[in-house]
Each structure stands twice: as structure tokens, then as C-alpha cells.
């Protein structure tokens, strides 16, 4: 009987290696402008056509040869029954279990004067007990006191001007346009023409713009494994043992969370172009589609994903995708997987939920911002890549955009406060899902966790806490404890995290800022234009978002993001006005009369303190600061208008929306908190000092 050749051999591991790589040349692809194709649409259709056709012919045309036909049939019978024994019989590999851990547990937006008062009223025992057990003190945060500026120092140890991460928002230096702060996605750099469709060469590069070594990498630079669970600003995720990301994780169309409305409804207007009008036939049938991304290879057109939604005993019934299931008012869907098909076997895959607002006569249906499914990634959201998918078969799907919180939404009224408090019980039991079996799986020296929903809920309910905001009377008397409630939550997630704790781990528990309440939006453009910084252009009084009616010959300096002013400066900004000598002067000039600007309305000081770049952010990577940071005075905020470059007319306006509360003003007025289970034997100040507080606390461990 012949035997195998090695060039026979070579050839059958060439065959299984096709086999493998196409399996893994599966596009990558970015959402947004960046499309990328990390693995190249290229290895994908080279990979696919060499393979299918060796696969198909070479290993039968061999074992035929070599064995005749029934005998070739038995090899491979064999050789599938080996394949299959190996698979379900390796070894499993059990960790260790880890003794001796440090946890790190973060609440976004947890303030110590709620914290106390509810600790005091009995409302927080595990927060009180962890006090009195280790200790507890207020946690000074960044400047200005945004959650991505503040995470990025608690990551890395260092101050803005060294991470580089200084608002939710930057201004882009050829364009004055804001962008987002947190991550960049770079456009892939060539394109070919093949076809008529336009195939990406290389893969755009995502990339995290906090600069520095967050403590975790630090961590396991000594040798110790940390998990990190929806941290902000951990997009794309650091290369550890186990990551998932946080804020900064876009939505399929590579915004931070774009919904989508369907209705019957006649539209009054056609500027949101997320809500669509559709017209049943007499049976009441809609046919419709979804805008989902960019078409990666035909420029400017973007895929569909077709639906129907149909009438059905109080509720609908929808088909999407190949599934079909009914949906009563006010529910929400369970997650929907969508495949917006490219070209062959590339496709892009997400996942959405679907809220009917209203059913018929009168049809209103919601659909969530479109996820990335962990099981099918388009852009890498954990450590290692697998691990998104990991979770989800432990926990079942879950939300993965930065922000899932709906909160815009329900800023906007789309959705009401039961539907966004249904998302936030959605998304934190998601998280302590996540959690708990990270503590419980004990394979790891470090674990590190932030739930945000202390956060979002305090924004959007804050109304109903604060008795002088102008929606306090018209917030619902069910809804108007949910600030009190997400405080008890949370010391729910306290003491399930410490019953699963050994007695020698060791946990930190700290927010990232606090909280104020917001009556009242400053629009800070307003207020340059009154105080002739900021000019229009000839024969207009205001400009709308995006700066597009000021005369930047004119201008001297502009607001941008949540506490930014930027001066107009010569050779930096696009139409400069202002030379380099002007600048320190103009800034003095304008911190002087900020800082005694007033609320026509009440005399009150709108701007407790102005701070300049220079004082506040030593180091390298302070390009991109604002020149002066405008730390507001309790109860006021800069406006949303204000953050995008609009300057409506009047200087202050009442906030009559329902994101009611707030943090970002003069970071004095809201630090955060810190506790941990063990007193304090050192002096722990800013929130950028708690890298150096866990490493000891690691470094301690392993000389034990
Ligand atoms: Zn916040």
C-alpha cells in the first residue's frame, strides 16, 4: 500500500491551514468613517476561493490516490471521529484559585453628601458598614470633572495634561468642528477600485487617545492577571487577561448611540432623519428597512436591513432578519441579531431591541442604537477578542456600546422615565452578571469594575430630588426617588461583591465625581458675542451649532464642549485673529469679567472660578486643552448648544429638560467618594493618586 509522501503531507496541512484562515480572515470591520478591514477584504476572498477549492479537491484527490475510494471514505470517517474526540476530551485547564485580591469597584457619579445621607437614614448599610470597618473621605477629581477625563487619571496616575484626555468633546484643529475626545478612528489610507466597489487596501486604525500606562498594565508587567469590566475610556481594549470595554465603544454607524424611530404618525419636522414615517397598506402591514452602516465598499451608500411590523392582539408582530416575534406597549424586545450583508459571506453583524411606544391605530415603534455583537465583533471590544463572547455564553447577550443608557432619548422625550428605568435594571444586572462571575471565577490578582448607572440615573432624575428644578412639579411621584433608589442598588452591588470576597482580598470603592443639580443653562457663545470675543458674520445676530455663522476673522475666542473656551490664536487655529503675544492678555481679560458675569435674572455669579491652561495641566500631551477651563457655579451648566458652537439669544436659560443634574462645574463644588476595606495608612487626595494606592496594594501582596 503506497504511504504518504511528505509532500503530501505538506500539501493536506496546506488544505486545513485554508480551511483555518478563512475562518479567521472574517472582515473587521470599523463602523463609521474608518471603515477597516483588519483582516483586508482581500485575504477574505483570496482566502475563500483558494480554499474552497482545495479544500473540496485536494484532500479526496489524495486520499483517492493513495487509498482507493472505500478506504479513502474510512480515513475520513477516522480521522473526523480523532478530530472529534480531541475536541471534547482536552484537557481542561483549572486555574488556581487566586487568595489575596484587590477589587476595585466604581460608581459613577457616587457623591458623598447623598451617600452620607443615605447612609445615615439606614439606607446603605453595606456602604456604612465598609466605613466603619476601613474607611471612608470625599475624592478630589479632575479638572474639569468629566467621567472620561476623570477615568483617564484614575487609569493612568496622571492629570489631563499628561493623558491628554480633556472633555467629552475636542475641537478639530482644521476645522473648529467638535469631535468626539475618547477615541479616534483613523480611515483606512488607500482604497482600490475593483469593479465599481471601493476595496479597502489596509485596515484603519482604531486607537485610544488617553496617553500613558493604565495601572492594570502595570500590573501585569510583574506577572499578575487583572480583569477590567467596562471601564471608561478602555476602547479599543488594553491587550490583558481579561478586558471588556467601556465608554467609548461606538454603535454599528460608529456613533455613540443612534436610535431609530418608525411611525405612522405625520413628522412636523424632517430634521431628525433617525425618525422615519411609514404608511401601512389597508391591512395595516408596514414594510420598512433599517439604515444600518456604510456600505464598507460602494462609497456613500449605506446597507439596509428590511422589516414588517403587523398588527397583533394588543401589541405587533415583527419580522426581521428571519425571526418573528410579537411585542406589547411599553415593551421591550429581547436582543434581535441583524446581519447587514456585504458582499458574499462578508457581512456586518449587530444586535438591537426594539420598544413599542404605541401600536396601532397610531404606530410608534422604537429601535435602539444597532450593538456590536460580542459574538461576532465588527470593531474589538474585549481582551482577548474571545472574551466578549465568553461572557455573553455565561450571561447571555449583552449591551456594548459605551453609553447604552438611552439617556438621549429620553432627553429628547422619545421614551419615557419607565422605559429608560427598564434599560438601566436591563444594563445593571447585565453588569453584576459580569462581575460576579469575574469575583467568583478567582483567576485573577486584580479585578476592577465601574457600573455607570449611578451615574445616568442622577443625570436624569435629579429633577425629581431637587425641589427647585423647573421639572421637580411635573416628575412623576413613582419616578421622583430613582436617585435614592440607584444609591440603594449599589449598595446592593456592594454587599454581593463582598460576599464574595476572601477575608484577605482587599476592595476599593471609590466615583469618579459627584453630583450638583442643573436649573439653569449658560449659553457661554452668548455671552462671548455679548462681550464682543465672538463675532457673526456681516447681517447675523447668532449662529447655530457647528459655529456656521461666526466671522472667524473677527472672533477672538469661541466655546466648545461641556468647559472649554479656545482662543482664536494665529497659526494654531484654522483663521487665527489672535497672535501668540495677545494671548495671556486675553485670557486674563476674559477670566476677569467671567467670573463676575451674573443671571439677569437673579444677580447670581454664573462662574465660580476660570482656570488657564497653564496652572492646571503640567505636562506633555496639553496641546489640545482648552485655553481657559470655565468651572461654573452650583445649579448652572455650560448648554447643550454651548458644547456644539450655537449661541441662542438669551445669555442663561431655565433647563426645562429632564437630564437635570450635573457635575460639570467647578470641580471644588463635586468630589467623589472613596471607601475601602482596610483603614487608610496614607494620604489619598485626587482620584489620580489611586494608581499608586492599588500597586501598593498589589506590590504588598506579592511579597507576602
Ligand atoms: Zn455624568
Same mark, same amino acid.
Given at each position: 500500500?503506497?504511504?504518504?509522501?511528505?509532500?503530501?503531507?505538506?500539501?493536506?496541512?496546506?488544505?486545513?491551514?485554508?480551511?483555518?484562515?478563512?475562518?479567521?480572515?472574517?472582515?473587521?470591520?470599523?463602523? !463609521?468613517?474608518?471603515?477597516?478591514?483588519?483582516?483586508?477584504?482581500?485575504?477574505?476572498?483570496?482566502?475563500?476561493?483558494?480554499?474552497?477549492?482545495?479544500?473540496?479537491?485536494? @484532500?479526496?484527490?489524495?486520499?483517492?490516490?493513495?487509498?482507493?475510494?472505500?478506504?479513502?471514505?474510512?480515513?475520513?470517517?477516522?480521522?473526523?471521529?480523532?478530530?472529534?474526540?480531541?475536541?471534547?476530551?482536552?484537557?481542561?485547564?483549572?486555574?488556581?484559585?487566586?487568595?489575596?485580591?484587590?477589587?476595585?469597584? *466604581?460608581?459613577?457619579?457616587?457623591?458623598?453628601?447623598?451617600?452620607?445621607?443615605?447612609?445615615?437614614?439606614?439606607?446603605?448599610?453595606?456602604?456604612?458598614?465598609?466605613?466603619?470597618?476601613?474607611?471612608?473621605?470625599?475624592?478630589?477629581?479632575?479638572?474639569?470633572?468629566?467621567?472620561?477625563?476623570?477615568?483617564?487619571?484614575?487609569?493612568? !496616575?496622571?492629570?489631563?495634561?499628561?493623558?491628554?484626555?480633556?472633555?467629552?468633546?475636542?475641537? =478639530?484643529?482644521?476645522?473648529?468642528? @467638535?469631535?468626539?475626545?475618547?477615541?479616534?478612528?483613523?480611515?483606512?489610507?488607500?482604497?482600490? $477600485?475593483?469593479?465599481?466597489?471601493?476595496?479597502?487596501?489596509?485596515?484603519?486604525?482604531?486607537?485610544?487617545?488617553?496617553?500613558?500606562?493604565?495601572?492594570?498594565?502595570?500590573?501585569?508587567?510583574?506577572?499578575?492577571?487583572?480583569?477590567?469590566?467596562?471601564?471608561?475610556?478602555?476602547?479599543?481594549?488594553?491587550?490583558?487577561?481579561?478586558?471588556?470595554?467601556?465608554?467609548?465603544?461606538?454603535?454599528?454607524?460608529?456613533?455613540?448611540?443612534?436610535?431609530?424611530?418608525?411611525? %405612522?404618525?405625520?413628522?412636523?419636522?424632517?430634521?431628525?432623519?433617525?425618525?422615519?414615517?411609514?404608511?401601512?397598506?389597508?391591512?395595516?402591514?408596514?414594510?420598512?428597512?433599517?439604515?444600518?452602516?456604510?456600505?464598507?465598499?460602494?462609497?456613500?451608500?449605506?446597507?439596509?436591513?428590511?422589516?414588517?411590523?403587523?398588527? /397583533?392582539?394588543? +401589541?405587533?408582530?415583527?419580522?426581521?432578519?428571519?425571526?418573528?416575534? *410579537?411585542?406589547?406597549?411599553?415593551?421591550?424586545?429581547?436582543?434581535? *441579531?441583524?446581519?447587514?450583508?456585504?458582499?458574499?459571506?462578508?457581512?456586518?453583524?449587530?444586535?438591537?431591541?426594539?420598544?413599542?411606544?404605541?401600536?396601532? @391605530?397610531?404606530?410608534?415603534?422604537?429601535?435602539?442604537?444597532?450593538?456590536?455583537?460580542? #459574538?461576532?465583533?465588527?470593531?474589538?471590544?474585549?481582551?482577548?477578542?474571545?472574551?466578549?463572547?465568553?461572557?455573553?455564553?455565561?450571561?447571555?447577550?449583552?449591551?456594548?456600546?459605551?453609553?447604552?443608557?438611552?439617556?438621549?432619548?429620553?432627553?429628547?422625550?422619545?421614551?419615557?422615565?419607565?422605559?429608560?428605568?427598564?434599560?438601566?435594571?436591563?444594563?445593571?444586572?447585565?453588569?453584576? /452578571?459580569?462581575?460576579?462571575?469575574?469575583?467568583?471565577?478567582?483567576? %485573577?490578582?486584580?479585578?476592577?469594575?465601574?457600573?455607570?448607572?449611578?451615574?445616568?440615573?442622577?443625570?436624569?432624575?435629579?429633577?425629581?430630588?431637587?425641589?427647585?428644578?423647573?421639572?421637580?412639579?411635573?416628575?412623576?411621584?413613582?419616578?421622583? +426617588?430613582?436617585?435614592?433608589?440607584?444609591? &440603594?442598588?449599589?449598595?446592593?452591588?456592594?454587599?454581593?461583591?463582598?460576599?464574595?470576597?476572601?477575608? $484577605?482580598?482587599?476592595?476599593?470603592?471609590? =466615583?469618579?465625581?459627584?453630583?450638583?443639580?442643573?436649573?439653569?443653562?449658560?449659553?457661554?457663545?452668548?455671552?462671548?458675542?455679548?462681550?464682543?470675543?465672538?463675532?457673526?458674520?456681516?447681517?447675523?445676530?447668532?449662529?447655530?451649532?457647528?459655529?456656521?455663522?461666526?466671522?472667524?476673522?473677527?472672533?477672538?475666542? #469661541?466655546?466648545?464642549?461641556?468647559?472649554?473656551?479656545?482662543?482664536?490664536?494665529?497659526?494654531?487655529?484654522?483663521?487665527?485673529?489672535?497672535?501668540?503675544?495677545? %494671548?495671556?492678555?486675553?485670557?486674563?481679560?476674559?477670566?476677569?469679567?467671567?467670573?463676575?458675569?451674573?443671571?439677569?435674572?437673579?444677580?447670581?455669579?454664573?462662574?465660580?472660578?476660570?482656570?488657564?491652561?497653564?496652572?492646571?495641566?503640567?505636562?506633555?500631551?496639553?496641546?489640545?486643552? @482648552?485655553?481657559?477651563?470655565?468651572?461654573?457655579?452650583?445649579?448652572?451648566?455650560?448648554?447643550? &448648544?454651548?458644547?456644539? !458652537?450655537?449661541?441662542?439669544?438669551?445669555?442663561?436659560?431655565?433647563?426645562?429638560?429632564?437630564?437635570?443634574?450635573?457635575?460639570?462645574?467647578?470641580?471644588?463644588?463635586?468630589?467623589?467618594?472613596?471607601?475601602?476595606?482596610?483603614?487608610?495608612?496614607?494620604?489619598?487626595?485626587?482620584?489620580?493618586?489611586?494608581?499608586?494606592?492599588?500597586?501598593?496594594?498589589?506590590?504588598?501582596?506579592?511579597? $507576602?
Amino acid at each position: 500500500m503506497p504511504s504518504f509522501s511528505l509532500a503530501h503531507i505538506i500539501r493536506l496541512v496546506l488544505a486545513l491551514y485554508l480551511v483555518l484562515a478563512t475562518s479567521v480572515a472574517e472582515a473587521y470591520i470599523g463602523p !463609521g468613517a474608518g471603515i477597516s478591514f483588519l483582516q483586508g477584504v482581500w485575504v477574505a476572498l483570496v482566502g475563500i476561493v483558494l480554499s474552497v477549492v482545495a479544500i473540496v479537491l485536494l @484532500p479526496f484527490k489524495l486520499l483517492i490516490r493513495n487509498f482507493g475510494e472505500v478506504k479513502a471514505v474510512l480515513v475520513l470517517v477516522g480521522l473526523g471521529v480523532l478530530a472529534w474526540l480531541v475536541y471534547e476530551y482536552q484537557p481542561q485547564v483549572i486555574p488556581e484559585k487566586v487568595s489575596g485580591r484587590t477589587i476595585v469597584l *466604581g460608581f459613577d457619579g457616587m457623591d458623598p453628601q447623598l451617600a452620607q445621607r443615605w447612609m445615615k437614614e439606614g439606607l446603605m448599610p453595606n456602604f456604612t458598614r465598609l466605613a466603619e470597618s476601613g474607611s471612608f473621605q470625599k475624592l478630589a477629581t479632575t479638572n474639569p470633572a468629566q467621567s472620561p477625563v476623570a477615568w483617564s487619571s484614575f487609569a493612568t !496616575g496622571t492629570g489631563p495634561g499628561e493623558h491628554g484626555v480633556f472633555d467629552f468633546l475636542r475641537r =478639530s484643529t482644521d476645522t473648529y468642528v @467638535p469631535d468626539f475626545s475618547i477615541s479616534d478612528t483613523q480611515p483606512t489610507k488607500y482604497t482600490v $477600485d475593483l469593479f465599481g466597489l471601493k476595496i479597502p487596501s489596509d485596515g484603519g486604525e482604531i486607537i485610544n487617545r488617553r496617553i500613558g500606562e493604565p495601572f492594570w498594565m502595570t500590573a501585569e508587567k510583574t506577572g499578575l492577571n487583572a480583569v477590567v469590566l467596562r471601564v471608561p475610556v478602555t476602547y479599543p481594549p488594553d491587550p490583558i487577561y481579561h478586558m471588556l470595554s467601556g465608554m467609548g465603544v461606538p454603535d454599528l454607524l460608529g456613533s455613540q448611540g443612534t436610535y431609530s424611530i418608525f411611525t %405612522t404618525e405625520r413628522l412636523e419636522s424632517t430634521e431628525n432623519r433617525r425618525i422615519k414615517r411609514v404608511i401601512p397598506d389597508q391591512n395595516g402591514l408596514v414594510e420598512t428597512a433599517l439604515v444600518g452602516p456604510d456600505n464598507p465598499i460602494a462609497e456613500g451608500k449605506a446597507l439596509l436591513q428590511p422589516f414588517t411590523v403587523e398588527p /397583533a392582539p394588543r +401589541g405587533v408582530q415583527i419580522n426581521i432578519s428571519g425571526k418573528s416575534f *410579537g411585542l406589547k406597549e411599553g415593551q421591550w424586545s429581547d436582543w434581535v *441579531g441583524v446581519d447587514f450583508d456585504v458582499l458574499g459571506p462578508l457581512h456586518i453583524s449587530g444586535m438591537l431591541r426594539f420598544l413599542l411606544l404605541q401600536t396601532y @391605530p397610531v404606530l410608534k415603534l422604537y429601535v435602539s442604537p444597532i450593538h456590536i455583537d460580542p #459574538y461576532d465583533p465588527a470593531v474589538p471590544i474585549s481582551s482577548p477578542p474571545g472574551f466578549a463572547a465568553d461572557l455573553a455564553d455565561k450571561i447571555g447577550l449583552y449591551h456594548t456600546i459605551g453609553m447604552p443608557e438611552e439617556t438621549w432619548s429620553l432627553n429628547e422625550d422619545q421614551i419615557s422615565d419607565e422605559d429608560y428605568l427598564a434599560v438601566i435594571r436591563t444594563t445593571l444586572a447585565e453588569r453584576e /452578571a459580569m462581575w460576579y462571575s469575574a469575583l467568583e471565577a478567582h483567576n %485573577t490578582e486584580l479585578a476592577v469594575a465601574v457600573f455607570v448607572q449611578t451615574d445616568r440615573v442622577s443625570h436624569m432624575f435629579y429633577r425629581g430630588l431637587d425641589e427647585e428644578h423647573p421639572l421637580h412639579s411635573q416628575t412623576g411621584a413613582n419616578v421622583r +426617588g430613582a436617585v435614592q433608589w440607584i444609591y &440603594q442598588e449599589a449598595d446592593r452591588v456592594l454587599g454581593e461583591t463582598l460576599r464574595r470576597m476572601n477575608p $484577605d482580598d482587599q476592595l476599593v470603592v471609590l =466615583s469618579d465625581h459627584g453630583f450638583a443639580p442643573f436649573r439653569k443653562a449658560v449659553h457661554l457663545n452668548r455671552w462671548l458675542a455679548e462681550t464682543g470675543y465672538l463675532k457673526f458674520k456681516p447681517g447675523q445676530q447668532d449662529t447655530d451649532a457647528l459655529f456656521s455663522g461666526v466671522d472667524w476673522a473677527q472672533t477672538k475666542a #469661541y466655546a466648545l464642549g461641556l468647559n472649554g473656551i479656545f482662543i482664536n490664536q494665529q497659526g494654531r487655529e484654522p483663521k487665527g485673529s489672535v497672535s501668540i503675544v495677545e %494671548t495671556e492678555a486675553l485670557k486674563a481679560k476674559i477670566t476677569e469679567q467671567l467670573v463676575n458675569a451674573a443671571d439677569p435674572e437673579t444677580g447670581d455669579s454664573l462662574v465660580r472660578r476660570v482656570f488657564d491652561r497653564k496652572d492646571i495641566y503640567p505636562g506633555l500631551a496639553n496641546a489640545e486643552a @482648552p485655553d481657559l477651563v470655565v468651572g461654573y457655579e452650583k445649579n448652572y451648566r455650560a448648554s447643550w &448648544q454651548t458644547t456644539l !458652537g450655537g449661541t441662542p439669544q438669551e445669555l442663561v436659560e431655565a433647563n426645562e429638560q429632564k437630564w437635570s443634574g450635573d457635575h460639570c462645574i467647578d470641580p471644588s463644588l463635586v468630589p467623589g467618594v472613596l471607601f475601602t476595606s482596610f483603614p487608610l495608612s496614607r494620604e489619598v487626595k485626587n482620584i489620580q493618586d489611586i494608581p499608586d494606592l492599588i500597586l501598593d496594594l498589589l506590590e504588598a501582596r506579592i511579597d $507576602d
